[in-house]
């Protein structure tokens, strides 16, 4: 099947004909799996030099401190679209989105890596079992303290986990059939003549459906590890998305003034109220046009 807009993508990208279009997403994952990989030895950097006295010490915050590098890292990045824009518009008129779109999608890409830190057992890493005990700590399921223990502790996380992420999964799927892969790329953030109005009924339910996938799969990562680390994790991705939200509706309040304000204090960015879980799950079932 054809993804909706990528007609009008591939328009706006000319330096990518035919296959090599796949090189931007594949540039992502690139950058996704660099991000990991550098969260990852951030946190087994005190294991592989326990002589090193203030490594062991800072080894239980090692996994907050790494997440928050690639978070302000990928904010950054995607940053740089909205910031460029009209300068990159001057210098290089229609080819300025195929010039920073590349950023965009390395950093939109780096959340994922966030996500799946938080889907990470800290202490299980190689080589060695954590040097420092709080390490261990932070690292465990929380519902031990619930009472919920062996194999109810691990169904219960597991059935959490794989109901937010199937939920995100199935609202990034319709975010693309609805809206089409060119509104997902921001696209018309460099040609806003070309846009249309979107007025489907999920904008009067959440302001931000495709982000709001994002935050229920980084839930979907919590619930899975249920731990001190997964929580404080899901909470830097959480804050991601917060950041950037902020930064692009700020740009809709100047583009539609006071009508933008009043649909902000109306209808939620992120969630959705429980009186609108019809209207939700309609959209989860959304039909390829």
């Given at each position: 099947m054809?993804?909706?807009?990528?007609?009008?993508?591939r328009g706006k990208l000319p330096g990518y004909p035919g296959k090599r279009i796949f090189l931007l997403p594949l540039?992502?994952?690139?950058?996704a799996v660099l991000a990991y990989s550098f969260l990852?030895?951030?946190?087994?950097?005190?294991?592989?030099?326990?002589?090193?006295?203030?490594?062991?010490?800072l080894e239980p915050i090692l996994p907050i401190l790494g997440s928050l590098v690639i978070g302000a890292l990928a904010v950054s990045l995607i940053a740089m679209i909205w910031k460029k824009r009209d300068p990159m518009k001057v210098e290089?008129?229609?080819?300025?989105?195929?010039?920073?779109?590349?950023?965009?999608?390395?950093?939109?890409?780096?959340?994922?890596?966030?996500?799946?830190?938080?889907?990470?057992?800290?202490?299980?890493?190689?080589?060695?079992?954590?040097?420092?005990?709080?390490?261990?700590?932070?690292?465990?399921?929380?519902?031990?303290?619930?009472?919920?223990?062996?194999?109810?502790d691990i169904l219960i996380r597991l059935a959490l986990a794989g109901f937010f992420a199937i939920v995100g999964m199935l609202v990034i799927r319709s975010s693309i059939?609805?809206?089409?892969?060119?509104?997902?790329?921001?696209?018309?953030?460099?040609?806003?003549?070309?846009?249309e109005i979107q007025e489907h009924e999920i904008y009067s339910i959440v302001r931000h459906p495709a982000y709001m996938?994002?935050?229920?799969?980084?839930g979907a990562a919590m619930f899975?590890?249920?731990?001190?680390?997964?929580?404080?994790?899901?909470?830097?991705?959480?804050?991601?998305?917060?950041?950037?939200?902020?930064?692009?509706?700020?740009?809709l309040i100047d583009r539609f003034g006071e009508g933008y304000r009043e649909y902000k204090q109306k209808v939620p960015g992120l969630y959705v109220r429980p009186r609108d879980l019809m209207t939700f799950i309609r959209f989860l079932f959304t039909k390829p046009s």
């Open positions: 054809k993804l909706k807009g990528m007609d009008k993508l540039r992502g994952l690139v950058g990852i030895f951030l946190d087994i950097l005190p294991r592989l030099f326990p002589d090193i006295a203030f490594l062991v010490l290089y008129g229609d080819l300025a989105y195929q010039k920073v779109i590349p950023k965009g999608v390395m950093g939109v890409m780096m959340i994922p890596s966030v996500v799946f830190h938080a889907a990470t057992s800290i202490r299980s890493l190689p080589p060695v079992l954590p040097v420092n005990d709080l390490t261990t700590q932070f690292s465990q399921s929380l519902l031990p303290l619930l009472g919920i223990t062996g194999d109810l059939l609805t809206f089409g892969i060119d509104y997902m790329t921001v696209v018309y953030l460099y040609f806003p003549e070309e846009s996938s994002g935050v229920i799969l980084g899975f590890r249920c731990s001190v680390y997964s929580i404080l994790i899901f909470l830097i991705a959480y804050l991601i998305f917060k950041v950037h939200i902020r930064r692009e509706e700020a740009e």
